[in-house]
Structures are given as C-alpha cells and as structure tokens.
C-alpha cells in the first residue's frame, strides 16, 4: 500500500467494532496467513475449502496490526465486521479513491484475460501502466490489485468476472471504471447466471455503470445498450487472416499485423485492443511492435512443441465457445488431431445439451478423441476414469507428428495430463 491508511480509520470504513485496538499504519493487506508480513491487516475470509477464522491467531503471531472477522474468534486485535468479504471491497473502494487513476474494466465470456494482456501491453508503450496479474478478476482478487496502485500509474487495466447476478455491479462500484469493454456473450457460469439473457444483463451492468464522461466498447451481439458514449466494433474491420502453428496475422487500416498468440479467436482480441488503445492514442507501430511481442500465457493456448509434437495447453477454463474455438484451431492444422477433453463446468441445467454439441464437433473435426471427466462422457470419445490410463493409451497411439489439444474446466486440472505428457517425452 502506497497511500498511508491509519487502522482507525480503516475500521470506521468498514463499520467494524474492535476493542481496546491500538492505532496503527495499516503496510498492506492479506488474506493467506502463510504470507503475511508485519503490520498487513488480515482478513478471515470464508471460502469453500477454508475459512480464514481458522488462521486468525497465526496472522496475529506473523504482526498483524488486527485482524478482520465476521465471527467472534477470540483473539486479541478483533476486528468484527458483518461480512469479511464486503468490508474488504470497502476498505478497498476507499484506497482506489485517493488517486485520480483512469481504470480501464474488460469484461466477457471469453478472452477477458488475453484482451486484458493486450491493451496493457499496448498501452505500456506509451504510458505507465498497471494490470491485474494472474486472474485477479473476483470480488477477492480486484479489491486486492486496487492496493497495488502506487499513483505513479497512468492507467489500471483491470479484468471482471462474475458467475452470480450483481457480482460485476459491486465491482464497478469498488472500482469505478472509466472504460469498459465487453469481448462477447456466452454460454459460460450458466449455474449462476441462469440463462444467456442472465449473462447479458450482468455483463451489461459494467457499461451501464460507467461515468456519463466514460466510454464503452461491445463486440458484434452485444445489443440492449442505452447509452450513447458506446463504441460498436465490427470484425469486417480485418482482413487477410493467417491462422498458422506458430502465430496470426491479419491486415487492419491497411497494416498487417503479426501475433504469437493462436487461433482466431486471438485476432478477435487483438482487434478489440487496438479498437480501444486508438482511442487512447497509440498510433499503429506502436500497436504493431506489443502484440507482435506478446506471448501466449501459461494455459491458455500454449504452444508445447517437443520431438516433433505440437501440444496446445488450453486447460486454464472451458466452456462451450472456447472448446468449439480451440477445436477449431486445431481442426485447420496439417498434421493428425488428437482432443483430450474434459468437463466444462457451471453450465447448469443445459451442460448435457453442450457437452453432447461439442461431442459431436470434436468428433467430427478429429482424428482421435480421448475423454475424462463425468459429464465428459458425452463426447463420445474414447473414456477414460484415470488420468494415467488415458496417457498411457495415447502413448500407444502416438506416432510423433500429432497436434494435441489438451482442454478442459480448470477444476479438472487438466494440466496435470500436460505434466504426465511431458515427463514420457
């Protein structure tokens, strides 16, 4: 934390109550007891493996200067609030106010990261810029990247997920973004969100919440948008599309442009990001030079090549139009198409419907389809209840010039197959 915040004060934001608490300068915040350093504010958050309650002694033991709770623990530096995961969106709202910052908010069903990467990376060509790291995209993650702001920062690029109605209306008012872009709308967090019309609305709710001096930014089927400070960008903007194993490139206002990243679903983002960052003032070379640069993150599309295979790592997220985009991909390659798939989770009452549609694509745009996973089994593939026995049947099968794609939701952990993978190789 940059801007001093005294513990007092602190408690007064987050209507909290505390005892006979001593008024110290709050050095940051945390909440993971096994990284605390002194004089960080803890906060015991519930989640659905832990609860932070449980480590409120061990943070106090590290030099918290108190600890943030929403049930009496007994401790001493107690500070009890109604809810620990609000108060921190509080606590943080306040610190984001202290700097006159610009925050650029992206949001969407899919790309919301690499988008992220992107317009950040083009616009550190220019300026100096903050970005989320990792996915800190969640009503824990956000809050705790607002902390990072130092008020040397000409922008924060910010990413907002969501997978329950009013998640991405309380992050905005945490933030108060000042442009905001939709990549697409999706089926994706159906459990949640209920309905794709579910998922529009509470997508919507970022450009809806924005400053009436804001500017938003929608990709093609983004429509139910009032407001006029809305920039619509169409994909007939590109042409001249590569897709190839090692990068695409397009042509865009009579400039060809290259990237490392894959697919066509990459080009997609890399128009969306330089549709905003033009509006910031980067002119082309600039653009050109960051996204020539950039490189595909960890899970995420990741080229793996080694003794003549070509392994995609896609196994960070799924759901149905990044599965059919990573299949897609994969199908226009020259070389025999092998599929490891598993579970896309959260679609709710219609997963069996989209697990048997990408089923039936994966089928018919490969030449071998391996399988795990419980709702996987609709595939129809070859299935598996072992991570071991799939590999080593694909072993089996192999004959060294292959693409294999390696794609699943991230609760599958899937990356543990591209481990597996790697070790026999």
């Known amino acids: 934390m940059y801007y001093e915040i005294m513990l007092n004060r602190a408690i007064r934001i987050m209507k909290g109550f505390s005892k006979e608490i001593k008024n110290e300068l709050i050095r940051g915040v945390n909440i993971d007891s096994r990284t605390l350093k002194p004089g960080e504010l803890f906060f015991a958050l519930k989640g659905e493996n832990t609860d932070g309650h449980k480590y409120a002694g061990d943070a106090l033991r590290k030099g918290a200067v108190g600890v943030v709770v929403q049930n009496k623990t007994g401790v001493a530096n107690e500070i009890l609030v109604t809810d620990t995961l609000f108060a921190l969106g509080e606590l943080a709202h306040h610190y984001r106010n202290n700097f006159n910052l610009p925050i650029i908010a992206i949001t969407g069903t899919n ?209 149905p139009a990044s599965m059919k985009s990573a299949i897609d991909f994969v199908s226009h390659l020259k070389r025999r198409k092998i599929l490891i798939l598993g579970d896309m989770l959260e679609l709710g009452d219609e997963s069996n419907k989209y697990h048997n549609e990408i089923g039936n694509y994966a089928r018919e745009k490969s030449d071998v389809l391996l399988t795990l996973g419980p709702q996987a089994e609709a595939y129809g593939g070859i299935h598996f209840d072992d991570r071991d026995k799939l590999v080593t049947y694909l072993f089996r099968i192999l004959k060294g010039e292959e693409v294999i794609l390696v794609k699943a939701s991230r609760a599958m952990k899937f990356e543990e197959i591209v481990k597996k993978i790697l070790r026999r190789l």
């Open 111 to 319: 790309g919301k990261t690499t988008v992220k990467n992107l317009i950040a990376n083009i616009l550190s060509t220019k300026f100096r810029v903050l970005w989320t790291k990792k996915s800190y995209n969640s009503l824990i993650g956000l809050p705790l990247m607002l902390f990072e702001i130092s008020g040397e920062e000409d922008y924060l690029v910010l990413e907002m997920g969501t997978s329950n109605p009013g998640e991405i209306k309380r992050l905005c008012a945490i933030a108060h973004p000042l442009i905001g872009v939709i990549t697409n709308i999706g089926p994706g967090h159906l459990k949640g969100l209920g309905s794709i019309e579910g998922i529009r609305k509470e997508k919507l709710t970022l450009i809806e919440s924005l400053p009436a001096r804001g500017m938003g930014f929608v990709g093609p089927g983004v429509d139910g948008i009032q407001k006029s400070n809305v920039l619509r960008f169409s994909f007939d903007e590109i042409r001249d599309i590569q897709i190839t194993e090692t990068g695409s490139s397009f042509t865009y206002k009579e400039t060809e442009f290259f990237t490392p990243l894959l697919g066509l679903n990459n080009v997609y983002n890399c128009f969306i990001a330089l549709k905003v960052t033009e509006k910031l003032g980067i002119d082309i070379e600039g653009q050109k030079n960051a996204i020539r640069k950039i490189e595909p993150e960890k899970g995420r599309m990741e080229p793996i090549k080694i003794d003549g295979l070509l392994i995609i790592n896609d196994t960070y997220n799924a759901n």
